[in-house]
C-alpha cells in the first residue's frame, strides 16, 4: 500500500515538473485589456480653426543659418496622417491636419486643448463647411489637430467653429493604475491591441526614442501640449531611423514621464502619437503627443512598422512619397526648361479682410505740390492689373484691383497672409455677396497691404470687410541646380508659367524694362523680404524720362540691376534682381512704383531679356 502511494506522488511530481518545464520554453500568454470606459463623462468642447503661425522673422537654426520656418497652426491641406514627417519645405515642426484653438472666455477656452482625447469626434458648426464631421489626431502646443476628409477641408476657414465631443478623462486600465492615460478616447485605446504580458502593457510602437535625444516638452502640462523629438543633430537621424517617421505613428520615448506634467524619470515610459514635423532649431524636433505614460515600468514597446493612428482610426492613408516632378508632363519635362521642388511645398489657408481706403487730407509733394493722394486700399473699380503704373488722377501708390489686411496678429505685416501668401495663389471669397467667387493673389504693397484680383462681376459684388481666403503655397520654392537663386512671394504654377529657360548654366528671364539699383528708394535695406516691397523712385522727372517708366504697367516684370534681395533688399554690384510691380507712381520724395522681389541672384546666374508680354496679368490669363 505505502510502495502504491509512493508511486502515485511520484507521478504526479513528474507531471507537474514536466508541465512547468514545457512552459518555461513558451512565450508568455498575452491577456487583452479592459478598461473603465462605461464610467466615462462625455462632454461638448469648443474650439475654432487657428491661424497659421509661420515665423515673424528669420529663423537662425542649430547651425547657425537663417531660415524662413513655416508649417504650425492653420488650414495644412497637405501634411496628412500617414505622410512622411521629413521633406517639406520651410518646414518647422510643421503641423498636420488641421489646427484649432479654444475660444471664450480664459475659464473656458482651456477645456477645448485639456478635455479633448485623440479618437474623439469634432463637428464643423459654422461655415461653408458646416455639419461636416472630423476626427482629433494630436495635440501640439495649444492646438488641437483633426483629420478632414478633403472635399470637407476645401470648404473650411479660419475661424471656423468646431464642437467635439470629448470623451477619454478619467479613462483607465483595468489592473494599471500606476499606468496613465491621457488626451486618448477609449476607443482607440481598445483599437491599438495592447496585450498584458507578464505583468506589463504592450503597446505597438514604430520605433523606441532613447531619452538622449527627448528634447523641449519638460515641465509642461500632461494634457496638453507635447514633446519633442530632437532632430538638431543631423547625425541622430540616421543612427536612429527618425526619417522613417510618418504623422500618426507610435513611439515609445524612454526614461520619459507624463503623469501629472512632463519630466525625466529613469524607467519611466511614455507612448505618444508623431504630431509634427522636425526642426532645425536646437532643442527642437518631430513633435509627439502623449496618449500613455508610467514610472514603474509597466510599458514596453512591441516594435510594429504599421503601429499608426491613421490605421486604428479607419483614416485612409495614402501611399505617396515625399518627391519632385510626380506629373511627367509638367514644365520640367520640356528641352531648356527646369525642374522645381513644388511637390515638398506646404500648401495652407491665409486669410484677410478687404481694407477700407485711408481718408486723408492734402500732402505735399517732393516739389512742393499739394494733392490729395488716392489710390491706396479698398476696392478699386478703374484700375486693375496690367493697367498702366502712371497716369491716374490724384493717385499715389496706386492699387489694383481689391486691398486686403490680415486680422491674426495686432499688424498686418505679422499676419500669416502677408507672410505666406504667394503671386498666383488662388484666392476665395468666404463672406458676403460675393462668396465662393475664385481670383488671384497678386502681390503685397507694405504700405497698404495684401493684394488680390477677382473677375468684374465678382467685384461689383464685394463689399469692404468681406473676408478673402488664399491657399498659400510657395514658401521654401527652389528651382533644382539654382538652389543659390532666391525665389520669393512666387507660386510654383506661376513660376513654371513665365516662361524661363536654362541656357549654359543661367536662367534667363524676360522681364518688361530694366532699372538701375541706384534708383531704388523706399524699402531698400530692410530684412524679411517675404513681406515688403520697394519703390523705384519717380520723383526725378528726367530720370523717368531716361529710363521710360511711365510705360511701365502694374504686373510688369522688372529686372533691378546691382541689386542682391536675398534676406534683405541692397546692392551687390553684378547681381540681378527680377520684381514684379504692384502698385504705381508716387510724387513723394524717395517714392515710387513698388517691385516685390520674386527672383534674384548673384553675378552669372540670371539673364534676362526684354518682352513686352512680360506681365503677371499675361501669365495668370487675366489680359
Not at 511520484?10 to 508568455?28: D, E, N, R, Y
Not at 482610426?313 to 519635362?333: F, H, Q
Amino acid at each position: 500500500m505505502k510502495k502504491g502511494v509512493a508511486f502515485l506522488v511520484a507521478f504526479i511530481f513528474v507531471l507537474v515538473a514536466s508541465s512547468a518545464m514545457a512552459k518555461a520554453g513558451q512565450p508568455a500568454k498575452a491577456e487583452s485589456i479592459s478598461t473603465n470606459k462605461e464610467k466615462l463623462l462625455t462632454l461638448a468642447v469648443q474650439g475654432r480653426v487657428a491661424a497659421a503661425q509661420p515665423a515673424r522673422s528669420y529663423t537662425t537654426t542649430w547651425d547657425g543659418k537663417p531660415k524662413m520656418a513655416i508649417g504650425i497652426g492653420g488650414i495644412n491641406y497637405n501634411l496628412k496622417i500617414g505622410d512622411k514627417v521629413f521633406g517639406w519645405a520651410n518646414g518647422d515642426r510643421a503641423t498636420v491636419g488641421v489646427s484649432a484653438e479654444g475660444i471664450g472666455e480664459d475659464r473656458f477656452s482651456p477645456s477645448w486643448t485639456v478635455y479633448t482625447s485623440v479618437g474623439n469626434e469634432a463637428k464643423v458648426t459654422s461655415g461653408a463647411a458646416r455639419g461636416a464631421k472630423g476626427i482629433v489626431v494630436g495635440k501640439f502646443g495649444s492646438y488641437v489637430l483633426l483629420h478632414f476628409e478633403d472635399s470637407v477641408l476645401e470648404k473650411l476657414a479660419i475661424g471656423d467653429t468646431l464642437q467635439a465631443k470629448a470623451c477619454g478623462i478619467g479613462l483607465e486600465i483595468e489592473g494599471f493604475k500606476d499606468v496613465f492615460v491621457h488626451s486618448l478616447s477609449p476607443e482607440l485605446l481598445e483599437k491599438l491591441g495592447i496585450k498584458v504580458v507578464e505583468g506589463r502593457l504592450e503597446v505597438p510602437v514604430v520605433k523606441e526614442i532613447p531619452a538622449e535625444i527627448v528634447g523641449q516638452g519638460a515641465g509642461g502640462s500632461s494634457l496638453s501640449g507635447n514633446w519633442h523629438i530632437q532632430t538638431c543633430y543631423p547625425p541622430d537621424i540616421e543612427k536612429y531611423g527618425l526619417a522613417e517617421l510618418r504623422f500618426g505613428d507610435l513611439v515609445l520615448l524612454k526614461d520619459i514621464q507624463t503623469d501629472y506634467g512632463r519630466g525625466y524619470y529613469k524607467g519611466g515610459a511614455t507612448v505618444g502619437i508623431v504630431c509634427s514635423g522636425p526642426s532645425d532649431v536646437s532643442g527642437l524636433g518631430i513633435g509627439v503627443t502623449a496618449i500613455l505614460s508610467t514610472r514603474s515600468g509597466k510599458l514596453v514597446g512591441r516594435v510594429d512598422a504599421g503601429a499608426n493612428v491613421g490605421k486604428y482610426l479607419g483614416i485612409k492613408i495614402k501611399k505617396k512619397e515625399m518627391g519632385r516632378n510626380s506629373n511627367p508632363k509638367s514644365a520640367a519635362s520640356r528641352p531648356g526648361a527646369f525642374k522645381t521642388n513644388k511637390d515638398d511645398l506646404i500648401v495652407t489657408a491665409v486669410d484677410g479682410v478687404v481694407q477700407p481706403p485711408y481718408g486723408r487730407d492734402y500732402s505735399v509733394t517732393y516739389d512742393d505740390r499739394s494733392i490729395v493722394d488716392i489710390g491706396m486700399a479698398s476696392i478699386n473699380y478703374s484700375v486693375t492689373l496690367g493697367d498702366p503704373a502712371y497716369g491716374w488722377a490724384s493717385a499715389d501708390h496706386v492699387e489694383p484691383d481689391v486691398t486686403i489686411q490680415g486680422r491674426d496678429r495686432p499688424s498686418p505685416g505679422d499676419c500669416a497672409l502677408a507672410i505666406l501668401a504667394c503671386i498666383g495663389n488662388e484666392a476665395t471669397v468666404i463672406s458676403g455677396e460675393a462668396r465662393g467667387a475664385k481670383g488671384f493673389y497678386i502681390g503685397r504693397h507694405a504700405g497698404s497691404d495684401d493684394l488680390v484680383w477677382f473677375p468684374k462681376d465678382a467685384v461689383e459684388k464685394l463689399a469692404l470687410n468681406d473676408r478673402i481666403q488664399v491657399k498659400a503655397r510657395g514658401v521654401g520654392l527652389k528651382i533644382e541646380g539654382f538652389e543659390d537663386v532666391r525665389v520669393n512671394k512666387l507660386a510654383p504654377e506661376l513660376l513654371e508659367k513665365i516662361g524661363i529657360t536654362v541656357e549654359g548654366g543661367e536662367l534667363i528671364v524676360p522681364v518688361a524694362m530694366e532699372v538701375p539699383g541706384y534708383i531704388m528708394g523706399s524699402g531698400i535695406g530692410f530684412s524679411f523680404i517675404e513681406t515688403i516691397d520697394y519703390d523705384i523712385q519717380t520723383t526725378c522727372p528726367e530720370t523717368v524720362e531716361e529710363l521710360g517708366l511711365k510705360k511701365l504697367r502694374l504686373g510688369d516684370l522688372v529686372a533691378i540691376r546691382d541689386h542682391y534681395d536675398f534676406y534683405s533688399l541692397g546692392r551687390y554690384k553684378g547681381a540681378v534682381t527680377i520684381g514684379v510691380c504692384i502698385h504705381g507712381f508716387s510724387d513723394s520724395a524717395g517714392h515710387g512704383p513698388g517691385l516685390n522681389p520674386i527672383l534674384s541672384a548673384m553675378p552669372g546666374r540670371i539673364k534676362t531679356k526684354i518682352d513686352s508680354k512680360a506681365n503677371i496679368a499675361f501669365y495668370l490669363g487675366l489680359r
